[in-house]
């Protein structure tokens, strides 16, 4: 057995680590056992914020650090507490979202609140998913602003996805940073903010650094990733955008497509 080329392994949740159930399976937790007994560690590095992740950190017994909201916190699983968190500058974000609109037409709007406990809010329209996750509804306007923010969402009635995404940033990419990271998901972050910048943070606390990693993802959320990381992996339902910049495609979030991978690289 040859010894595991790295020293981190980076996995996105959503569409990656995670199958469309919310479980991980056996192979897939086997695997990642087994890259860690080889001494890597495993950092998850997902566009949820913490009160949206925690449950699957805790189901897994995840006691290290992962990399939340976009890469807006560092958390430590094992102590339940946030090592670092960036907000999204609320007057800035309020003048973004105001210049998208004139450009598209009104947005249905979701956010997410800084902290341990940070709520979900929903407006009117907003698309929510269904499953188990909790969220606030919301008919004041001005609810979505009264507390620290990590992101915004935002949906429109007939773009898609790719088309709202391009439109935002069109508009406002020199004053926030517009990202996909899921069906019906566009989100509104800090300029500068990605998955990148919170994975090379929890790196540097770990002793790791990029030319040790490989990373897994699905969407284009995880592009700043990959490109960050010694190696980027996209899953075989990966957007197309990710595929493109991704040095290796393996098989789908259903078809155990991380163990696939990691399997290889532990058996040389």
């Not at 469309?20 to 950092?43: K, P, Q």
């Not at 670092?84 to 009104?106: F, N, Y």
């Not at 996209?234 to 696939?260: K, Y």
Request: charged share 20%; aromatic share 4%.
């Amino acid at each position: 057995m040859s010894p595991f080329p790295y020293r981190l392994v980076a996995t996105d949740l959503d569409g990656t680590l995670l199958r469309s159930d919310e479980s991980v399976s056996d192979r897939t937790r086997d695997a990642l056992a087994a890259a860690t007994a080889a001494g890597a560690a495993h950092i998850v590095v997902t566009g949820r914020a913490v009160p949206w992740t925690r449950h699957i950190l805790d189901d897994l017994g995840y006691e290290g650090i992962a990399v939340c909201g976009q890469g807006a916190q560092v958390y430590h699983a094992g102590e339940h507490r946030l090592l670092t968190s960036l907000t999204l500058d609320r007057q800035l974000a309020g003048l973004a979202l105001s210049k998208i609109e004139a450009e598209v037409g009104p947005l249905a709007l979701a956010a997410s609140r800084d902290g341990l406990e940070g709520e979900v809010l929903m407006g009117p329209g907003y698309r929510a998913h269904e499953g188990p996750l909790p969220y606030v509804p919301y008919e004041d306007p001005s609810e979505l602003w009264s507390a620290p923010l990590t992101k915004l969402y935002i949906q429109h009635p007939t773009l898609t996805d790719d088309e709202l995404t391009r439109a935002a940033r069109a508009t406002v990419g020199g004053l926030v940073d517009i990202v996909m990271a899921g069906p019906g998901i566009v989100e509104i972050l800090p300029l500068g903010l990605s998955k990148a910048t919170g994975l090379s943070l929890a790196a540097r606390r770990l002793g790791v650094k990029a030319v040790e990693t490989i990373a897994f993802g699905d969407m284009p959320n995880d592009i700043p990733m990959f490109g960050w990381a010694a190696r980027g992996v996209a899953m075989g339902n990966a957007h197309a955008e990710l595929r493109a910049v991704a040095d290796e495609v393996t098989a789908s979030n259903e078809e155990d497509g991380i163990a696939v991978v990691l399997e290889r690289l532990l058996t040389g």
